[in-house]
């Protein structure tokens, strides 16, 4: 970023440790698009900075003193429509913690250990800021203000699996689609899966997600779908009626054995900055399922997807993109768009229409 060019992302952060306040601070500091505006040691003293100072993004702590994070970020959404970042150790054993987040409008979820939190944060630092920034665009679905910048050097899906130089012949005519998805995706996925008919094609989800949630989400989405939903264990088959979710922090790939799809979970480093990736189950759809594929990216920031998408639609996929009116973050579908990735766009109360008529 261009010092002067662009105002930087205010960030008001609550947490009633000290030493992760100084942490956080500094870390925030750190990043040339942002600086700390206030730091809080529960929300009684954050509402009087929010009186005085409203900030841009909110990194917030779920267990604290006199106020629980999730009643806090429940008030604030109701008066101060704010974009929140939850960055707590009760994120990672309280699963129902999780859901509640989400629904009081979390824009993400980062989990820190009960010990040692200083220095998982300083080690995940660009995880950190990337969620700040992520918020930050969510809000109102701002992208014009988003500085250009360079990130910083990260791995293709080759780290996981090679491109191939040709594509396996095809040894099936059953259909499958992988959907991607990262901010503001949970709730995007839900209105699909829950608009599906329990015959719907068989899928594979990648929600950037961090680990042990996912489960619940999965658990989440059964209870309110006509089709199965599952977190992905190795060799699930991908199957009619049926979606299989990512499991948080390990990469999820499609595979076939004779005319049987199936998914391996897999280890790995980051690819495109994320774990699960889009790019690394994207590419292996297209190796594996070629023009049997329906490849969807949705709301989402950077570009994670959009190389895989090209990839599938090159292997014969039909490949859709969600729209900007109805993208939290546009920025996925619109990388993928500029790598001619996309076939069409499409609303989100459309997707799971164009879904059911891929047979």
């Known amino acids: 970023m261009i010092e002067g060019r662009f105002p930087k992302i205010n960030v008001l ?31 009684f003293i954050a509402a009087v900075k929010i009186e005085e100072r409203i900030p841009d993004v909110i990194v917030l702590d779920i ?43 979390a824009s993400e979820i980062i989990r820190k250990p009960k010990l040692g939190a200083k220095d998982f944060l300083e080690e995940e630092r660009i995880l950190l800021t990337d969620a700040i920034k992520a918020a930050y665009a969510s809000r109102g679905k701002l992208a014009a203000r988003s500085p250009v910048r360079i990130p910083p050097p990260k791995l293709s899906a080759d780290a996981v699996l090679a491109k191939p130089t040709r594509i396996s012949p095809i040894e ?12 503001g995706g949970t709730e995007a996925i839900r209105a699909i899966l829950e608009a599906l008919s329990h015959d719907a094609p068989g899928i594979v989800v990648v929600q950037h997600m961090p680990e042990h949630f996912t489960s619940s989400f999965a658990r989440r989405l059964d209870s309110l779908c006509r089709i199965a939903v599952k977190e992905a264990e190795n060799n699930d088959s991908v199957i009619r009626g049926r979606a299989l979710i990512a499991p948080g922090n390990r990469h999820t790939l499609l595979k076939r054995s004779g005319t049987r799809y199936y998914v391996e979970i897999k280890d790995g480093p980051l690819v495109s900055r994320h774990r699960p990736s889009v790019d690394v189950l994207f590419r292996s759809v297209a190796r594996y399922a070629g ?28 490949t859709l993109a969600q729209d900007e009116a109805t993208c939290i973050v546009f920025g996925m579908p619109k990388e993928a768009f500029r790598m001619k990735a996309v076939d069409k766009f499409v ?13």
């Open 13 to 43: 952060i609550i947490d009633d440790s000290a030493v992760v306040r100084r942490t956080l601070t500094d870390i925030v500091n750190g990043d040339p698009e942002l600086a700390v505006s206030g730091a809080a040691q529960d929300p």
């Open 63 to 105: 267990e604290m003193p006199r106020m629980d994070g999730l009643t806090f970020l429940e008030k604030l959404m109701a008066q101060h429509p704010i974009p929140v970042v939850i960055c707590s150790s009760q994120a990672e054993s309280g699963q129902e913690n999780w859901l509640r987040a989400i629904e009081y409008g």
């Open 172 to 183: 099936t005519t059953d259909k499958l689609v992988a959907l991607g998805a990262s901010t």
């Open 291 to 318: 023009r049997n594929a329906l490849g969807v990216i949705m709301t989402g920031m950077g570009d994670d997807g959009a190389r895989g998408l090209l990839e599938m639609r090159e292997a014969g996929a039909k």
């Open 347 to 359: 609303p989100l109360d459309k997707v799971a229409a164009e879904i059911m008529a891929f047979r």
